[in-house]
């Protein structure tokens, strides 16, 4: 009787032990594929992204001198969903995608500053006030950074609304958090982040202290020139008359809808006489040149939300020079694809366990055995 109640323990056994097998390896293979496409593949990919070299400077033939280079890193419209867009889950899935693809460039790359151009969040011209504290400790979340590294915000039109719906209320909202700051400087280079919403000009007094701050950046900015002797001209002054030397400066601006108005731009060329212009707003990467010298390059948006391959800037700044390189996240649909193909081969492992489907290694060992007695 013993040896029979012992067989029947074996038999019995025998299936849960399979069965057991199977799970073991389900959870593997999606615990693999988890991984690498919710952590792993930022890595991989963003690891790909170096930094642009700046071109040593020479000084009448003299050997090349290396000055200090700023490593700042640009990216733009996040768009944080708020309470009344968007499903909780596409809210969840976009959130955890910037966070991974921010906090990986951050280990890799070790930006010293990260601006972002604008359209932080996606509701946040009519969030309420308890919305808005929750969009903002979830933006402090995702995008926290070491003390070392300096993050600067500039406030888009889906953050404080247009110029037709904003109010110095949902201005100071964002100041608060942000900070008010217009004119940065770091390693001799001067930033000048201009929120163009404020630029439209309807006479509303928003925006005529906007025209009042821009032209007192202007004229501290003419006064930096005293530092950089070389670029100073006979007449030059620091009563605000003569423009400071292009090299000093870049401007990282939000757009003004699709495009600033020509008017503004000239505005801002005029004032501030930039080397460089970095904007947001179109989700999209363009170029144009002002009056045939100034470049601007509009930055894509940072959101899978927004595109299927987004991405950042990347720039190698001195106070005489600068380069740029575009720094690529993963692309959707090869994450996509990816799951879809672990989702097969689990379907294929499982009915294959069961004998419903003959196992492609059988199938082609036995085909090799064949071949072989021939």
């Known amino acids: 009787m013993a040896r029979i109640g012992l067989g029947f323990g074996r038999w019995n056994f025998h299936p849960l032990k399979r069965k057991s097998s199977l799970l073991l390896k389900l959870i593997a293979v999606v615990f693999a594929v988890l991984l690498f496409c919710e952590f792993l593949i930022y890595y991989l990919v963003i690891f ?106 500039v406030a888009g039109n889906h953050d404080i609304g247009f110029h037709y719906e904003m109010n110095i209320y949902k201005v100071k909202r ?23 919403v404020a630029l439209k000009g309807d006479g509303c007094g928003i925006c005529s202290k906007a025209e009042a701050e821009l032209t007192e950046v202007s004229h501290r900015l003419n006064c930096s020139r005293e530092h950089y002797p070389l670029y100073r001209r006979s007449d030059a002054n620091c009563s605000g008359e003569d423009a400071a030397p292009p090299e000093e400066r870049n401007i990282p601006f939000k757009e ?38 100034v470049p601007e390059l509009s930055i894509p948006s940072f959101s899978w939300r927004n595109r ?48 419903l489907l003959a196992s492609p290694f059988l199938s082609g060992s036995n085909l090799l055995r064949k071949h072989k007695t021939r």
């Not at 964002?174 to 163009?196: Q, T």
């Open 48 to 153: 790909q992204c170096k930094w642009p070299e700046v071109k040593p400077t020479t000084d009448d033939g003299e050997q090349a001198t290396r000055e200090p280079v700023l490593k700042a890193m640009f990216l733009a419209d996040t768009h944080l969903l708020g309470e009344f867009l968007g499903h909780w889950l596409d809210k969840l899935r976009r959130e955890w995608q910037m966070e991974r693809a921010f906090q990986t460039a951050l280990w890799l790359l070790q930006p010293e500053v990260i601006f972002i151009l604008g359209d932080v969040f996606d509701e946040g011209k009519w969030s309420t006030p308890e919305a808005w504290a929750d969009d903002v400790a979830r933006f402090q979340k995702m995008f926290r950074h070491p003390s070392h590294m300096q993050l600067k915000v």
């Open 308 to 355: 299927n391959n987004p991405s950042f800037i990347m720039g190698s700044i001195t106070p005489t020079d600068y380069a740029l390189s575009k720094c690529y996240l993963p692309r959707e649909h090869v994450v996509l694809i990816i799951y879809c193909g672990a989702v097969g081969f689990l379907v294929v492992l499982t009915l294959t366990h069961f004998g």
């Open 256 to 293: 003004n809808y699709d495009v600033l108005s020509r008017e503004a731009s000239q505005k801002l060329l005029w004032w501030l006489q930039p080397r460089l212009v970095l904007s947001g707003h179109t989700h999209s990467a363009c170029e144009v040149h002002h009056e045939g010298r």
């Open 174 to 196: 964002f100041e608060k958090v942000f900070s008010s700051e217009r004119l940065f400087s770091w390693k001799g280079i001067n930033f000048v982040m201009v929120n163009s």
